[in-house]
């Protein structure tokens, strides 16, 4: 397999399928396009992207774009693994995954994601409102499927496609005290910043740019 990303300080995308990968222990290579370039599409379509855009799986005759069809086709791969067994878990993670794939617009816009940004910022109304959403989405699948992880005891996709916000509440000193957490949504973060999967790619993230 090799799966094509963008700048690891940056790419929340990138991040999500390269973190399930890890998790369930597949090989592949990585190939990484820069971003922020004039070329950057142009290079991403050379390497094997059918819309110029990242990440990209590419798996012998199979090729996959989009995060969250990257993840998906690794869960089907791995059945069990990357979702929970249980439908009704599998399918509130998917939804919580989907949100997260096409909604928190303000968040994502107003706050990208910089691995070695730390700051303290004040965020719009509408990010207000995303994140009191974050608050509210990540307090009931916690309570509903008990922790540690959004849908319980194993670590899944929607925990990969959570972790670039947990980066963002740091970069930007974003509390989720503010917004209605009693505490479970700011240790939930932590927990998602401290494994090692997410440590490998800070590391690489780190190491990159200072280079």
């Known amino acids: 397999m090799e799966l094509l990303i963008g700048d690891k300080i940056w790419s929340t995308w990138s991040m999500r399928p390269w973190l399930v990968l890890r998790r369930l222990g597949e090989p592949f290579t990585e190939t990484l396009i820069r971003l922020r370039n004039e070329g950057t599409n142009a290079d991403a379509r050379a390497a094997g992207s059918p819309n110029g855009l990242l990440p990209v799986l590419k798996d012998a005759e199979v090729t996959v774009w989009d995060s969250l069809a990257i993840c998906e086709y690794l869960a089907e791969r791995h ?4 979702w929970p067994s249980d439908p009704a878990a599998r399918a509130a993670g998917r939804s919580a995954a989907a949100e997260m794939h096409s909604g928190f617009a303000s968040l994502r816009g107003e706050c990208p994601m910089d691995l070695s940004l730390r700051a303290e910022h ?3 109304e509408l990010t207000h409102q995303d994140l009191r959403r974050l608050v509210e989405l990540w307090s009931g699948l916690l309570t509903r499927f008990g922790g540690p992880w959004l849908l319980g005891a194993e670590w899944s996709i929607a925990d ?3 972790t670039p916000v947990a980066t963002r509440l740091r970069s930007y000193g974003l509390r989720l005290s503010d917004y209605g957490d009693q505490g479970p949504c700011g240790a939930y973060a932590s927990r998602l910043l401290a494994t090692p999967e997410f ?3 800070e590391k690489d993230a780190l190491a990159d740019v200072r280079s």
Not at 79 to 82: D, F, L, V
Request: glycine residues 8%; without cysteine; charged residues 25%.
């Open 79 to 82: 059945p069990g693994r990357a």
């Open 122 to 124: 004040d965020v719009s």
């Open 160 to 162: 990969a496609f959570f």
């Open 199 to 201: 440590l490998e790619w």
